[in-house]
């Protein structure tokens, strides 16, 4: 069974796979004051709840963009499941060309996007990832990462606006009815959220007129859903993109692939 584990700013995202086929996945909050043995613990009683054991698992891959957290998780897998763990990084063979002006400078979130959104979709992609932040990737025909735009998460905007504006409470981020609003709360998830998906449409609209084509535009991350449904260009939502894409690097860094 492999294990596959994407350490992202506010969650970490795992997933158990027999061959091609996810068979569990878990989202636990990223807390980077945890020890190793910490997570462990929480990935044993995960595990036991589905049956699972340790020893069940044969190998792990690590992607991160919280750089103190993946020695401690390699230590981890060492000492616990007695696996040296393949982590994202410069060097790994990812089967695709990144087209960039630093490939090292490139977040391994966003290189397993790029690989598991090739594999399920083919092509001539755009690929948003609405996490802490909203990452838009750029994939051609040929499955060359071309480069993108980066620009703040919507729980990051929500929350900068209540630390910056003293008056505002921090609030749920759910869809109003109307963008013309009579309270606060509602005023604030409306221009939140509506602006969002402008924001998004926008930045769709000139990738597709740099690129002069129309393009599969597929969405993941934990609001993917919740945008995905006033956005007029999010065609497609997958939230175990990342988990696909994890297990293909695997696939082509192992000495079987």
Known sequence: MLLV?????SNIVLGTYEGKKLLRHWRVSTDRSRTGD?????????????????TDIHAIIISSVVPPLVVPME???????RI??????????????????NPRSIGADRIV???????????????????TATT?????????FLGGAISPGLGTEAEALFQRAAKLPRI???????????????GMQAGLIFGFVGQIDEVVRRIKEE???????????????????????????????????????????????
């Open 84 to 101: 040296k763990p393949l982590i994202v990084g410069p060097g790994i063979k990812t089967g695709i060309r990144l087209r960039y002006e």
């Open 172 to 186: 749920e981020l759910v869809t109003p009815k109307n963008v013309i609003c009579r309270n606060t709360i509602s």
């Open 75 to 81: 230590k981890m897998c060492e000492r616990y499941f």
């Open 38 to 54: 910490e997570y462990a613990m929480i990935m044993r009683n995960l595990f036991d709840y589905y049956g699972i054991k340790m």
């Open 113 to 131: 996007n790029v690989v598991g959104a090739y594999e399920e979709y083919g092509g001539n992609l755009i690929v948003i990832d609405i996490g």
């Open 136 to 144: 838009f990737d750029v994939v051609d025909e040929n499955g060359d």
């Open 5 to 9: 584990v994407d350490i992202g700013n």
């Open 211 to 257: 690129m002069g084509r129309d393009m599969t535009v597929v969405a993941t991350g934990g609001y993917a859903k919740m945008i995905a449904k006033e956005s007029r260009t999010i065609e497609k939502v997958d939230h175990f993109l990342t988990l696909t894409g994890l297990r293909v690097l695997y696939e082509r860094n192992s000495e079987n692939g």
